[in-house]
């Protein structure tokens, strides 16, 4: 085993885009793990869109700190362990950072099975999988026949939640940059259309793709899309809110909607906000479910894989500027 460790360091706090000099690459020694802790060797790196509004200041958890390692989530294979728990050979999931190599507290890390692919674990059946699984059919609540609309559509969590979405029996629609993307979710994904947000005209080409409106809406991005979205939402409609990328990776967030109370409450719209955490102790049987989806072929795991360490940047400011479908992540 290597006896150094390499690692990105969030160097600097970008100043609207990120960019190469927001991280710098590091040597250092190989971690050695105290009383209950466990050394991990990083295998999959799980790239997403929240590792940028982490430099924003507090979210969901702590803001990154300037100067320490990248954080990131990651599957990992445990080679060194002070804690009874873990076992030389296991294969873990945590908050390993963009590194090869992790030291952490046994209580930071849950053990995952090694007979399923690291792709899978990083993926459909993790964070990307699972909110897009909760965040649809427990906040949005789609019946068979209304219909879906979801941003960032050919992202990760937005490819799942299109997909599950026809399993449900909706009309999906989504919004994603570019013609090829449009096509590819249709022809691969089984998407019913898709709306180039980028082009002039953004109402007006939803309000043809969604002929009976909008029951649910599934916003990953915020912005131009949020907007446009409202005013077409049916009565009693929901919105998912999932996240809101369109202002992430900027210098200070734009204005929200200037017309919300008036559509929210005209329209008795609920938008509810929602953590994948927040539905943690039904993981597993969730998770059972997306594994008969995949091995069954209804939903197709898309993965953008990129191989190395070095290329976790890259593979940042690509995702931020829409080169990814499906879920980004860095292969060591
Ligand atoms: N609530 C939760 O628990 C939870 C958990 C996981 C993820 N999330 C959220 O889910 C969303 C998707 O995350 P992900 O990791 O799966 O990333 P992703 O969708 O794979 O990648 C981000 C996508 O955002 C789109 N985008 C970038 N800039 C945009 C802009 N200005 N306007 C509209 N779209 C833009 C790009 O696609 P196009 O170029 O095609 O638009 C890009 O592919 C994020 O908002 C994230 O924070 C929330």
């Not at 059946?125 to 068979?144: D, I, M, N, Q, W």
């Not at 898309?302 to 860095?330: F, H, Q, S």
Request: glycine share 12%; hydrophobic share 45%.
């Amino acid at each position: 085993m290597s006896q150094t460790n390499r690692r990105w360091i969030f160097a600097k706090p970008p100043e609207g885009r990120i960019g190469p000099d927001t991280f710098r690459l590091e040597i250092a020694p190989l971690p050695v793990p105290g009383p209950g802790e466990v050394l991990v060797r990083t295998l999959l790196l799980s790239l997403d869109a929240a590792n940028r509004a982490w430099m924003m200041g507090k979210t969901y958890r702590a803001a990154l700190q300037v100067g320490g390692v990248m954080d990131g989530f990651a599957i990992g294979e445990v080679v060194a362990s002070n804690s009874p728990d873990f076992a030389v050979g296991d294969r873990v999931e945590g908050s390993l950072g963009w590194q090869l190599f992790a030291c952490l507290p046994a209580s930071a890390l849950t053990k995952r099975r090694a007979d399923v692919a690291p792709e899978l674990l990083v993926g459909a059946l993790s964070v990307t999988g699972l909110t897009a699984y909760f965040g649809l059919l427990e906040v949005g609540r789609p019946k068979p026949g209304e219909t879906v609309l979801v941003s960032a559509a050919a992202g990760a969590v937005g490819t799942m939640v299109g997909q599950i979405a026809k399993l449900a029996g909706c009309r999906v629609v989504g919004t994603a940059r570019g013609a090829d993307k449009g096509e590819w979710l249709v022809r691969e994904l089984g998407f019913d259309a898709v709306v180039d947000y980028t082009q002039p005209g953004l109402r007006r080409a939803l309000a043809a793709a969604c002929p009976r409106g909008i029951d649910v809406f599934f916003d990953n991005t915020g912005g131009p899309v949020l907007d446009a979205a409202l005013t077409l939402m049916n009565v009693r409609g929901r919105v998912a809110c999932c996240g809101n990328v369109s202002q992430y990776n900027v210098d200070k967030p734009g204005p929200g909607p200037m017309a919300v109370p008036g559509l929210v409450v005209v329209k008795r719209l609920r938008l509810e906000g929602f953590i994948v955490m927040d539905f943690f102790d039904r993981r597993e049987a969730a998770e059972a479910q997306i594994a008969e989806w995949v091995a069954a072929g209804k939903v197709k795991a898309v993965m953008d894989t990129l191989d190395g360490l070095e290329r976790a940047p890259e593979a940042l400011i690509r995702l931020l500027d829409g080169g990814n479908r499906g879920k980004v992540a860095v292969r060591m």
